[in-house]
């Protein structure tokens, strides 16, 4: 590898690479071994040269879309817990209206609490 005071484009698009990879697999856990390599290149992208403008280009577009498949996987995850959540809330209670058109919860008994007879 080339000096590690010096922004290394070919390393940073194989990182941006692996981690779509991951974004587009679902293994959201291991982006995170991404991350010091990740951090390392970014904070020399500035020394990078003028005469790579279209690879920087390139790794401007691959971050990009990488941000864009992290967001739809973070606004699933979002859903997926809004989901976990209205269930757990049904499993509770009921939601109902009474007789003047007005939202009324009824509390459900609390599981194992229900009383067997021989």
Known sequence: MSDPQEFDAIAMQDILRRERKLLLSGDLAKLSDLLPEKERLVAHFHDAKEGDA?????????????????NAALAGLRSVTQRVKELQTVRSSLETYDQLGKRKSIKSPQQGQVEKRA
Not at 58 to 69: C, F, G, K, P, T
């Open 54 to 70: 279209e690879v920087l280009d390139e790794i401007r577009v691959q971050s990009r879309d990488n941000e864009r498949l992290l």
